[in-house]
């Protein structure tokens, strides 16, 4: 089956279509060009909402009835969950996933793991692809669940046009949010597992530190509104819900949505222009350009960023000013 | 100071000079590239030991028993911990380092976090430099301790001369270290925790993979010792610095000291460069040509490749064709 007829499968919402699509972007098959080009025009619909979280704080329980709530309200699903990438535990941590079993079977949601194993530029590359084969199966809302440690997964959640920050009570998460800036990337607080002692407390802690000012504070801006549930009894995911479709009406009526995704895009295409020098790189590494300098740099006598330089200026020298052997790759 | 007289004093093993130009190399000061160029003479003579391994499996207390073993035999000894990068739990995990003060008012020990909190490529740029100024202050050895889970971790410890990887029964690591491709990369095998049970079948484990074959069973090449040891109890300790000792001369006797050393400089040059070339994409995002091309993709009308390929395009055809503003940092 070529690329067009398969991306034609996949916004007919065909889920083998979606699944091979997704596998081709995810392993940068040569054909990942011709995808990216075919699927364009068929996207921008989908409201991305990252998922993230301290482990423990129950986001894959929270993905699997927000799902729920989802469907329930008509809406098709998409769920790009990322795993985590350590090279000893990977997968160990999916066994909450079984939860998402309860949807496998409805036609209405895709669900889809990456691994963030390899090379992070790699995920940060193929994520948005993945998420353009789901707006384009004519998702309504895709979920990105992440594991919520490390730098990689932060990056996927910048994907998203909605950020949800998952917190529990007694996890001392508030002070942590606070240290680490996740006030200015939440769209919306989620305090999950609400019936525990604290949970007043935490919603409390986030309203001071929101009263603090930020980015979210202007006048007409949006302040991240904090949301009480128990996911593993369903409490108050028609609220998550709700806080959601806001936030989507509140981006759409201010620009925000159109802004955001500019800044996306920009990000995206800087990141596939700097893989695409990495590859270059590798190439003139083959010739043995790079060796040679490296040669310099263990015996001492030529520090490392003087040896960067030249290897920058032979790249910028070169007569083949094209993007390298990725052109090869289109249709 | 300035930087020749904080280099000079690093060399006659002053702490407080130690301490300055590691922090000048982690913030990426713009005195970085003259501190490289300044301390290049006077490095190579330091045998590097990655630790890597799982949570739980006693790294911090293998480093501390390490140290004073080390100590013991008359050695200067650096130490660099590399700390979790979540943005939820940075540096709550570094509760085990406590242990590391047995050794903090010992002048032949040099201990040093780094955060891997930020930009990857800063800390895969700012390792090999902090390696250098612990080299250029005479360390003997010097141990990379890292949490062990995820992809910059592991690039550290590819920044060694010798890779110990610490497993503990019980814990499955032998089969996830299998999995993951552990056996090639590690020099040493550690079972730490042995006088629980399951020691020795890990033992068997570890040795009939190594028989399977891989790149290290041609003849004459280098098997991995698997040593025991209980690290809270110090015991094993000697043979874990025996084995250290003896892949040194191993490496010298064969040409792979150097051949790893120079692999390690091609790497690091390459990752200069591609932060040097995402600093130019930067200034080129500033003056607003990625933006153009990021409207276009978010508008569908542009796929992020071909927006990639006029990025790359726009670099290799600047009339500048200089490493950019690096050039300025030097002295």
Redesign the interface.
């Known amino acids: 089956m070529d690329v067009p007829e398969l991306v034609q499968r996949a916004r007919q919402a065909d889920p083998r279509a979606v699944a091979r699509l997704i596998t081709l972007v995810e392993s940068n098959s040569p054909l990942?060009?011709e995808v990216?080009?075919t699927?364009?025009?068929?996207?921008?619909q989908a409201q991305v909402v990252g998922l993230t979280?301290?482990p423990g704080v129950g986001k894959s329980t929270s993905t699997a009835v927000l799902v729920g709530a989802l469907r329930a309200a008509g809406k098709r699903v998409g769920v790009l969950a990322v795993d985590?990438?350590?090279?000893?535990?990977?997968g160990?941590l999916l066994g909450d996933r079984v939860r998402m079993q309860d949807h496998a079977t409805d036609p209405g949601v895709f669900i889809r793991s990456m691994a963030?194993?390899?090379?992070?530029g790699g995920l940060s590359a193929a994520a948005?692809q993945a998420l353009r084969v789901l707006d384009a199966a004519g998702c309504d809302v895709i979920l990105i669940e992440t594991v919520?440690?490390?730098?990689?997964e932060?990056e996927i959640v910048r994907q998203a046009d909605t950020t949800m920050v998952l917190i529990a009570p007694g996890m001392g998460?508030g002070i942590?949010?606070a240290?680490?800036?996740?006030l200015e990337i939440a769209d919306v607080f989620v305090i999950n597992k609400a019936d525990r002692d604290g949970a007043d407390q935490v919603a409390r802690d986030l309203r001071y530190m929101q009263s603090l000012g930020g980015t979210h504070s202007e006048p007409g801006g949006w302040r991240a509104p904090i949301v009480k549930t128990v996911a593993a009894r369903g409490e108050g995911v028609e609220d998550v819900v709700a806080a959601i479709d806001k936030h989507r009406d509140w981006m759409q009526r201010h620009g925000e949505l159109?802004r955001r995704?500019?800044?996306?895009?920009?990000a995206?295409?800087?990141a596939?222009?700097?893989?695409?020098?990495?590859t270059r790189?590798?190439e003139i590494?083959g010739a043995a350009a790079?060796?040679r300098?490296?040669?310099r740099?263990?015996?001492?006598?030529?520090?490392?960023?003087?040896?960067?330089?030249e290897?920058?200026?032979s790249?910028?020298?070169?007569p083949d000013?094209?993007?390298?052997s990725?052109?090869d790759a289109?249709g």
């Open positions: 990942l060009r990216a080009e699927l364009m025009p068929f996207t921008g979280g301290s985590p990438s350590s090279p000893f535990s990977g160990a963030t194993r390899g090379h992070l948005p919520g440690v490390g730098q990689s932060v998460d942590q949010a240290k680490a800036g996740i159109l995704r500019q800044a996306r895009a920009a995206e295409i800087e596939i222009g700097v893989e695409t020098v990495r790189f590798a590494h790079v060796g300098l490296a040669e740099v263990a015996a001492g006598t030529l520090d490392p960023y003087s040896a960067a330089d290897l920058v200026a790249l910028t020298a070169s000013g094209s993007a390298g990725r052109s289109g």
